[in-house]
Structure formats: C-alpha cells, structure tokens
C-alpha cells in the first residue's frame, strides 16, 4: 500500500518505507518537511508489515528481542521501482532506521535515486559496511544522521552503529559524494519524524543546486 502526501504533480518525489507507527505520524513529518524548505514534493509512503523482514537485505539473527531478519528486501526495491518510472522526475529514496539502511542499499542496487536520505539508519546490520565498501552508492547526495546516544548501548552488535556510519561517511567523501554527516540530540527513539524531515529537507536542496543529480 502507498499513501500520497503533498503534490502530486511535483517533480520532486520521496519515497519512504513506513511501519503502522509512522503512517499514522506521516502528516507531523510531512509538515516539517515543509517547515524547512521550500521545494514543491510528493512524498510516497510505502508501508511495509514485516519490518525486519521486508527491509533486511539478506537473513541475519536476532539482535535485540527474539526477531530475526528474513532477508526480503529485494521484495521491497522491486515493487517501489515500479513506482519510478517517469523520466521527468528526480526520485530520492530515505527512511529511518532499518528504512534508513535499506535505502543505503537501495542506492547501491540502481541508479534511478537521484539522493539518499538516511536517518539514523541501522548501519549496525551484519556485514552491511563490509557490503558498502564493494557496492558503491550509486546516488550522487548522500545524507546520513545519528542520535548522538545511539552508540552508546551494551548491545556489542547495535553499538557499532557508531563507527561505521563515521567510516561510511568517510568513504562517500572520498568517493567524491556530497553527503553530510548530522548529529542529533538523543537516542534511537527520540525525533524520529523530525530526523527524517530535516535527511530529505538537506537532499532536496543539494538535487536543486546541482541539476546533474
């Protein structure tokens, strides 16, 4: 299912993996969007039922609670590239969280996104950096964020969060991406639709000021 905020007819277009929780928020982040910029936009909202399933790039155990990850992310990217088809628009795909990370991969996968906007996202996920370093992000603006208590956790697994978005960060640099590395106030649960406003606010600006994007 997809729900339609803002214009529709806007050149711009984000889309954005959701859960029931964050649907219901959509209009909140929607409203902040609009509070930093001022770029016309259609945000798609593509909800997803089985978030460790549907986001998760490949299988991967359980590391909080007793969930595993089932790997079917190639379900997902599929069925939002059907919603990608219009030459005449700039697509930018973001999330937060495990959205956050599937839309890093996404990017590594094709090159319709013309930017990444990635929010506190759990680049912690198994193998996902080793991952990065051979698939290269295909997207020319890449943004990244974190709350600055994320990595501080006694989970050993989620507390390299840390490290590795400051090493992805790095590596996009050198790779010649412009791409910015924010710092929040908080922990993972903390500011979650206003951390995903101000990823797609900063993406939106850099497509406009550079129209190779």
Request: hydrophobic letters at 40%; aromatic letters at 10%; glycine letters at 8%.
């Amino acid at each position: 299912m997809m729900t339609v905020y803002g214009d529709p007819a806007a050149e711009l277009v984000l889309i954005q993996p959701v859960d029931k929780h964050e649907l219901e928020g959509m209009e909140a982040e929607v409203g902040e969007i609009r509070s930093l910029t001022d770029h016309s936009f259609c945000l798609c909202a593509v909800k997803v039922d089985k978030w460790n399933d549907e986001l998760s790039p490949w299988q991967a155990p359980a590391v909080f609670g007793e969930r595993g990850f089932g790997g079917r992310a190639e379900e997902t990217f599929e069925k939002i590239l059907k919603y990608c088809k219009d030459p005449d628009k700039t697509y930018i795909i973001g999330g937060y969280s495990l959205a956050g990370l599937f839309a890093l991969w996404a990017a590594t996968r094709t090159e319709v996104f013309g930017a990444v906007a990635a929010a506190s996202p759990s680049v912690w996920f198994p193998d996902f950096y080793q991952y990065a370093e051979e698939n290269p992000i295909r997207t020319k603006a890449v943004y990244l964020s974190l709350g600055d208590k994320e990595e501080k956790t006694r989970n050993p697994v989620m507390a390299m969060v840390g490290d590795n978005i400051r090493k992805l960060h790095e590596m996009l640099k050198e790779a010649g991406n412009d791409t910015v590395l924010e710092w929040n106030p908080g922990n993972h649960f903390r500011d979650a639709d206003i951390r995903t406003a101000k990823a797609f606010a900063w993406v939106m600006d850099e497509v406009r000021k550079n129209p190779q994007i």
